[in-house]
């Protein structure tokens, strides 16, 4: 059964960081398109990035050189390092894969002070 | 950036047949952006339900379609039921990153 399951979220300040995981289960990481989704609260959705199954790596301008997309092949995890943190990063965090064909329940980051 | 336009909200009757559309701020929506279409409900993740303007997933309830139509990326509910009231977003790339639309609220009415 495929399964994505994201952890890390939190309060952080602004300015902060944070590493969020989505561990992956049922499909090997690597061979996938692998990609973070973000919704604030009450918005609609927007794209964060993604990690084509080839490597290659693409990121929003709203996070460009603020944020990292990376794979841990050893243990089929996806991460997010999010760094610099604003108050409009705030937002469940969703980590998706393939076609979007499987989401993870998301995790909620809030970057107040 | 780019900027991926759909109408705000559309009203369907039940039975009905409504189409919503994609649209870019760059010109034309062609298969080459590779179009998605999103279903999402109050308090649920959002579910695929076309990917790549016309696939869909085993999912995927057999009254959506997508295609493309005049310039745009479209998403047709024919014989609209009472549980495809949701908000609808669109997905679509520029080389290789992608841009979400603001979404369409659907209204079965």
């Known amino acids: 059964e495929v399964q994505l399951v994201e952890t890390g979220g939190g309060l952080i300040q602004p300015g902060g960081s944070l590493r969020l995981s989505c561990a992956a289960s049922?499909?090997?990481?690597?061979?996938?398109?692998m990609y973070w989704v973000r919704q604030a609260p009450g918005k609609g959705l927007e794209w964060v990035s993604v990690?084509?199954?080839?490597?290659?790596?693409y990121y929003a301008d709203s996070v460009k050189g603020r944020f990292i997309s990376s794979e841990d092949n050893s243990h089929n995890t996806l991460f997010l390092q999010m760094n610099s943190l604003r108050a409009e990063d705030t937002a469940v965090y969703y980590c998706?894969?393939?076609?979007?064909?499987?989401w993870g329940q998301g995790t909620l980051v809030t970057v107040s002070s | 950036q780019a900027m991926v336009t759909q109408e705000p909200s559309l009203t369907v009757s039940p039975g009905g047949t409504v189409t919503l559309t994609c649209g870019s701020t760059?010109?034309?929506?062609?298969?080459?952006?590779?179009p998605y279409w999103f279903q999402q409900k109050p308090g649920q993740a959002p579910r695929t339900l076309i990917y790549?303007?016309?696939n869909k997933h085993s999912w995927t309830p057999a009254r959506f379609s997508g295609s493309l139509l005049g310039g745009k990326a479209a998403l047709t509910l024919s014989g609209a039921q009472p549980e495809d009231e949701a908000e609808y977003y669109c997905?679509?790339?520029?080389?290789?990153?992608?841009?979400f639309g603001r979404g369409t609220k659907l209204t079965v009415l």
């Open positions: 998706a894969s393939g076609h979007f064909d499987f």
């Open positions: 049922g499909f090997t990481v690597s061979s996938s398109h």
């Open positions: 990690i084509y199954s080839g490597g290659n790596t």
């Open positions: 760059t010109g034309a929506v062609t298969s080459g952006h590779f």
């Open positions: 790549d303007t016309s």
């Open positions: 997905l679509v790339f520029y080389s290789g990153a992608g841009v």
